[in-house]
C-alpha cells in the first residue's frame, strides 16, 4: 500500500494569501497557477524539488517551524516555493513555508 501525499500550508494565513492571489492583479493570478502547478507536482513526487544543505537553512525556520529538512521548488520567473516534508505510517505531507522572489530567496538565504 502506498502512502496518501498531501501538501498544505503551514498557516491559515499561509493558504488565505494563496487562495487571495487568484483574486490579484495579471501577476499574481499568474502566480497562483504557477504555484497551484507545483502543488500537483508535489502531491506526485514530494522529493520533485531540490534539497537545501543544512548549513544554508534560515535560522528562524528552524525556531519557528522545528524543520528537520528543507526544500525549494523553482517556479517560473525565478520565484521559489520553500517546503518540508513530514511522514508517518500513513502519509505524506508537504508543508509550504512560504514562496517569494529571487531577491527576497537570496535576502533569507545570505546570498
Known amino acids: 500500500m502506498s502512502k496518501e501525499i498531501v501538501v498544505a500550508f503551514i498557516s491559515e494565513r499561509l493558504k488565505t494569501d494563496f ?7 495579471y501577476e499574481d493570478e499568474r502566480l497562483y497557477d504557477f504555484i497551484d502547478r507545483a ?3 508535489l502531491k506526485k513526487d514530494p522529493l520533485c524539488g531540490t ?8 535560522k528562524e525556520y ?4 522545528g524543520v528537520t529538512n528543507l526544500w525549494k521548488y523553482d517556479l517560473p520567473n525565478a520565484w521559489r516555493i520553500i517546503y ?7 502519509r505524506i505531507v508537504n508543508i509550504i ?4 522572489d529571487h531577491k527576497e530567496y ?3 538565504f545570505n546570498y
Request: proline share 3%.
Open 19 to 25: 487562495e487571495n492571489l487568484k483574486k490579484g492583479k
Open 39 to 41: 502543488i500537483d507536482d
Open 51 to 58: 534539497k537545501i544543505l543544512k548549513r544554508l537553512w534560515p
Open 62 to 65: 528552524i525556531r519557528r517551524y
Open 84 to 90: 518540508t516534508i513530514e511522514s508517518d505510517e500513513v
Open 97 to 100: 513555508l512560504e514562496w517569494f
Open 106 to 108: 537570496e535576502k533569507r
